[in-house]
């Protein structure tokens, strides 16, 4: 396994937000995590990624044991994370939003390819390339910052809510482009949302959480079938009926 979670605790304070949450992905693995407002998907991610030190339990990527890492550690080992809101420089413009990611991040090396990589993937990007941050739309600003991440070239992606604020028809394109990101480069996703459908569409392997607890892992194709999807999710039922 690329990603392991085992018995994980953890919080912002002194109570916990986490309990013993246990979870597995693959190389190459799109797994779903959907769960209603505040069930503790973002503190998952953000606990994968080191933004919170987890109190109990391990954390284990590529078989090493990155629990007690910094975040900037674990960028270096090969995880990137997308946060939910606030996640560009917004009076930079895109290519000094992407410049400044890979001078942090990737300090020497040839700059041109993974630039080349992010542009091919998000051709929109290319003629505001000189624009603020601040005036792209809601889709663009998006795209941006998925390829802030992507520029570091992450073996995991985490995502927190990428569809938030977006048109439907923009929705269906982005987790398209995350497939296909998936496709092309193998890289691993664990793609946090409340549009589960679209999120299920994606992935592999869905992870239901529900007040700080994964409830039920199930194929995504399946548990996308079920016509008491949105139940399930609100009540936190582990049943697989």
């Not at 030190?53 to 080992?77: K, W």
């Not at 520029?151 to 995991?156: A, D, G, I, S, Y």
Request: hydrophobic content about 45%; charged content about 25%.
């Amino acid at each position: 396994m690329l990603l392991e979670l085992r018995d994980v605790t953890a919080g912002y304070t002194k109570a916990p937000v986490l309990r013993d949450i246990s979870l597995d992905i693959a190389e190459g693995e799109i797994v779903a995590m959907i769960g209603h407002n505040g069930a503790g998907k973002s503190a998952i991610l953000r606990t994968v990624m080191g933004l919170i030190l987890p109190r109990a339990g391990t954390i284990h990527f590529d078989g090493q044991d990155v629990s007690q890492l910094e975040p900037s550690a674990r960028v270096r080992a090969g995880i990137g994370l997308v946060p939910q809101g606030n996640n560009t420089f917004p009076d930079m413009s895109v290519a000094e939003n992407l410049e400044l990611s890979l001078t942090l991040h990737r300090p020497e090396g040839d700059r041109a390819e993974p630039l080349r990589f992010v542009y091919g993937l998000f051709p929109a990007l290319v003629p505001r390339r000189r624009q603020p941050a601040l005036s792209l739309s809601a889709g663009e600003r998006q795209m941006l910052a998925i390829s802030i991440a992507l520029v570091k070239r992450p073996r995991l992606l985490l995502l927190d809510e990428p569809s938030l604020g977006l048109a439907p028809v923009l929705v269906t394109r982005l987790m398209d482009t995350i497939a296909e990101i998936n496709r092309q480069f193998r890289t691993a996703v664990l793609v946090a949302e409340q549009n589960m459908r679209e999120a299920l569409r994606i992935a592999q392997r869905a992870v239901v959480v529900h007040t700080g607890r994964v409830v039920l892992v199930e194929r995504a194709e399946t548990l996308g079938q079920r016509d008491d999807l949105f139940s399930l999710v609100i009540e936190g039922r582990s049943d697989r009926s």
